[in-house]
């Protein structure tokens, strides 16, 4: 019986989005933070992806079959039109066969910020756009208190079709997904790279702790087929946000330190 309930309540922990221990006492977290001088924030460096060493970041499989057919897909296209056509006409992500739509991106292509979440959920396969349910609404909220809104950003995902049943994408699954997203990176080249969720994160940084411990941090993504790294910074998920609004101030810290980074880009 005993191992019964806690096992109910790592279920509910789970769904409640909380993915880690993070200390073993309980956190006030309305209270006030103490002040403190405010100092540059250090500038973190990513671990390569999968696509720039040998072997695989720890939350993704990549090898043989569907995703080194991804990885020839994707290389080929030489433009961002071409990268969107070739994911349509992929195949080799078993969650395409039950999904309604393929949800590719939102926003525009040539913006200074590129979003990655996880995957889409079931009013975007509906409406064929990423972040359009509530989670999507308050993503809209969040980038209108920087001066964005979707003319001014590219959204996309770590998966292009949504999970039967709103599942959590598995490793097998990414891995096929993630060459397209990293040959999105290389043609888009934005100025700052947002990854929404703690799986676009770990697999994107090829790190793996979890968002909480990722986020409020920059990191310096090089990817296959960049020149340079781009600057790189994990968010809270809008709909881990919606489950836990007291969070919200750490993701406000997030986006001002988003914003702060476009207006010293700008400046240089």
């Known amino acids: 019986m005993q191992r019964t309930v806690e096992a109910a309540w790592l279920a509910w922990y789970a769904a409640m989005g909380v993915d880690e ?14 002040a403190k001088t405010m100092a540059p924030e250090p500038i973190e460096a990513a671990q390569p992806t999968a696509a720039a060493r040998t072997g695989a970041p720890p939350i993704v499989a990549r090898g043989a079959g569907a995703a080194s057919d991804a990885v020839t897909a994707a290389e080929a296209c030489a433009t961002f039109e071409d990268l969107v056509a070739a994911i349509k006409e992929f195949e080799g992500c078993p969650p395409r066969r039950t999904a309604t739509s393929t949800v590719v991106h939102d926003g525009n292509p040539r913006a200074p910020v590129m979003l990655i979440g996880e995957a889409p959920g079931a009013e975007e396969d509906r409406r064929g756009l990423p972040f359009v349910g509530p989670a999507g609404q308050l993503l809209d909220r969040m980038l209108a208190a920087i001066g964005l809104d979707r003319a001014g950003v590219l959204i996309t995902n770590s998966i292009f079709w949504r999970p039967p049943g709103n599942r959590t994408p598995t490793p097998e699954e990414i891995g096929q997904c993630l060459p397209f997203v990293e040959r999105a990176i290389a043609l888009v080249r934005p100025r700052v790279l947002v990854f929404v969720g703690g799986i676009a994160a770990k697999t994107l940084l090829g790190r793996p702790e979890g968002i909480t411990r990722l986020r409020g941090h920059w990191y310096r993504y090089q990817g296959h087929g960049l020149e340079a790294p781009i600057d790189a910074i994990a968010l809270f998920h809008p709909a881990y946000l919606l489950r836990q609004p007291a969070q919200k101030r750490e993701a406000w810290r997030d986006l001002l330190a988003i914003r702060a980074r476009l207006d010293a880009n700008v400046s240089d």
Do not use: K, L, S, T
């Open 21 to 34: 221990p993070i200390g073993e006492a309980p956190v006030d977290r309305f209270a006030a933070p103490p």
